[in-house]
């Protein structure tokens, strides 16, 4: 399941964390990469331990439990402090799938269910620098406004487009769910916007309400791992 989700950050936060950018020296993207995806990476990237990266990464992660369709659509158990990349003229990210097992700052493992990129720079600002999703419906094209985001399967073979005009500046990263199945979180993310649609046209104490509600909370009680 392929989300995207606008205005995760307001103008304030896009100008705030451009500034914050801007200020923060890059290192190779490599830096993070594994043996088989190094050879494909080439984008820059703030240091992982950087202060700004951290402060930056805090107003991202205030502006997500805010944002209810990120939490209808992931379901999130833990979110991994947020990186930040950049590509600029020449730079590409060829087709990979990313690590299933990643560290939180205090060392805890945390699965990689769902991946979000946070797009940061205008897309007019930039040619080239799509994302590309490629899943069992097919290849998606994904270029968003700054502070629009996408979330889809951490499972999917996914690519950034080279870059031939501009600089393409986002924040990348990873949800632990707590339902770990695409296909049950879809299910539950479906079923959800099924009943915000019914809320809208009948009083909340209606018996349709009611037996939507019971069948998604029982189905995440059944489905969830915490």
């Not at 060829?94 to 299933?100: E, K, L, T, W």
């Not at 487009?161 to 770990?180: D, E, H, L, N, Y």
């Amino acid at each position: 399941m392929l989300v995207t989700i606008p205005d995760v950050l307001t103008p304030e936060e896009i100008a705030q964390t451009r500034r914050g950018l801007e200020r923060t020296p890059w290192i190779d993207g490599r830096a993070t990469a594994g043996d088989q995806v190094a050879g494909v990476k080439n984008n820059l990237q703030v240091p992982l331990d950087a202060p700004e990266a951290q402060d930056l990464g805090q107003i991202i992660l205030r502006a997500l439990s805010r944002n209810p369709t990120f939490t209808t659509a992931v379901l999130p158990l833990r979110v991994l402090p947020p990186m930040f990349n950049r590509y600029d003229v020449g730079m590409t990210f060829g087709a990979h799938v990313d690590n299933s097992i990643r560290a939180l700052p205090n060392g805890q493992r945390l699965r990689t269910d769902v991946s979000a990129t946070l797009f940061l720079t205008p897309p007019e600002d930039y040619d080239g620098g799509e994302l590309v999703v490629h899943d069992t419906y097919g290849t998606h094209t994904v270029k968003l406004p700054p502070g629009h985001m996408v979330v889809y399967p951490a499972t999917s073979l996914h690519s950034v487009t080279p870059i031939t005009r501009g600089s393409r500046w986002s924040a990348v990263f990873w949800t632990q769910s707590m339902v770990k199945g695409d296909w049950r979180r879809n299910m539950l993310y479906d079923l959800d916007m099924a009943i915000m649609r019914t809320r809208t046209l009948v009083p909340d104490d209606d018996p349709a309400v009611s037996a939507l509600m019971a069948h998604y909370h029982n189905l995440l009680r059944h489905w969830s791992e915490m």
